[in-house]
C-alpha cells in the first residue's frame, strides 16, 4: 500500500486519466474530488462490496436458471430445445 500525505487542493494521480484531490480537512473526515472518465467506476468501498457480491450471486444462479428456462420453454420435451421459424398464415 502506498501511503501519502496530502494538503487540501494537492491532488494525486492514478495513471494518466485519475485525480484524486483533497477538498477539505475537517472534524476527522477528508472531502475528496475526483476526476476520472466516464468508463471508470468510481465507487465508495461498501458500496463497491454490494455490487461484487450481487454479481456472484447472480452468476452463481444464471447458468442454473437458463438451463431450466430452457427445458421449461421447450415444445420437444425437457432438455431438447429446437429453433423454429415463426409459424406462417395459411395461403388461401
Known amino acids: 500500500m502506498l501511503v501519502l500525505t496530502r494538503k487540501p487542493n494537492q491532488a ?3 495513471g494518466p486519466d485519475v485525480e ?3 477538498l477539505e480537512i475537517s472534524d476527522g473526515q477528508v472531502r475528496l474530488g475526483i476526476t476520472a472518465p466516464r468508463w471508470v467506476p ?9 455490487i461484487q457480491e450481487a454479481n456472484r450471486e447472480a ?5 442454473q436458471d437458463v438451463a431450466a ?3 421449461a420453454l421447450s415444445r420437444d420435451g425437457p432438455g431438447r430445445v429446437l429453433h423454429e421459424e415463426p ?3 395459411p395461403q388461401g
Request: glycine share 0%; no cysteine.
Open 20 to 22: 484524486v484531490r483533497v
Open 59 to 63: 452468476a452463481a444462479t444464471a447458468l
Open 69 to 71: 428456462a430452457r427445458r
Open 42 to 50: 468510481v465507487h465508495r468501498e461498501e458500496v463497491y462490496r454490494e
Open 87 to 89: 409459424p406462417r398464415k
Open 12 to 14: 494525486v494521480r492514478i
